[in-house]
């Protein structure tokens, strides 16, 4: 339910992996010219501090994002995304409104079929406030901007059913929305994970062979027709051509692909791949800003 990619965020602590699966680094983390690469890889990146393609994962949101960001930050209302691992589902405090929400509504039911109405009534007000504020703030002001969205189609719904005197029909639509709110961001936060995650693969620095000898720069900075020098265990930095050498990659991070793949002179090779037991050299087919992990973000 978002319109926009790339809102901006409040940094936040990245978690890293040991090993040649993903590594996930803060934009604090990154050399300059990595930031420069994220930038083009997302399309925009948020400003100093924040993410450079999908946002930070602050501090976990005490409430649902309403029409936030789908790919790469906060949405307009002002709340934060996720954490990078977020609690389970039962345990996720951004869950607590829809749920507050929830047991109200069945509350005010229960009570009105004992026959309390006044309980019962008292009862879905709760859960039609409670499960309103999770959208209603955001839609108005999305409104003072000349900006539409579904959180100011629900909001009319909710207050034509106040309007009609169906109380109860409105907490229910504001509980159920709510929800689906919650939910949706759940899976969003995973999805920008795996983004993170995929752009962490590209290594900081690459050896790249030069006349006067081997030279250390930027991934960034690599070029089509460069000749990288790639050691055992090392990440390959952009796409390639084995030019000399042989030996094992890794490339499960990349394709999923469990058994190390031989290669040698002739054979292609993607970024983000770990080489095994012997040093290469390959000739860069891709600069270190447009290869194949780019082009899957």
Known sequence: MSDECCGSDEPRNAKKTDGPGPRLLT?????????????????????????????????????????????????????DEG???????????AM????ISGTALLLGYALGWAALPAAGLAAHWVALIVGA????????????????????????????????????????????????????HRALD????????????????VRVARPGGDETISATDVRTSDILVVVAGERIATDGIVSAGRSSIDTSAVTGESIPVEVGPGDRVLAGSV?????????????????SLTQIV
């Open 27 to 79: 934009l604090t983390q990154m050399t300059p010219t990595q930031q420069s690469a994220t930038h083009d890889a997302c399309g925009s990146a948020g400003p100093a501090g924040g993410d450079a393609c999908c946002g930070p994962a602050p501090t976990p949101r005490s409430t649902p994002v309403d029409e936030g960001d789908a790919c790469c930050g906060p949405d307009e209302s002002g709340h």
């Open 83 to 93: 954490a990078t691992v977020r609690p389970p589902l039962w345990r996720d405090r």
């Open 96 to 99: 607590l409104p829809s749920a």
């Open 133 to 184: 504020s999770t959208f209603v703030p955001s839609a108005l002001r999305r409104l003072l901007r000349g900006r539409l969205g579904v959180g100011l189609l629900m909001t009319i719904g909710a207050l034509g059913g106040v309007l009609l005197g169906y109380v109860g029909e409105a907490a229910a639509l504001a509980f159920l929305f709510s929800l689906a709110e919650s939910l949706e």
């Open 190 to 205: 995973r999805a920008k994970e795996g983004l993170r995650a995929l752009l962490s693969l590209i290594p900081d620095t």
């Open 275 to 291: 080489n095994g037991s012997a040093a290469l050299r390959i000739e860069a087919t891709a600069d270190g800003r447009d290869n």
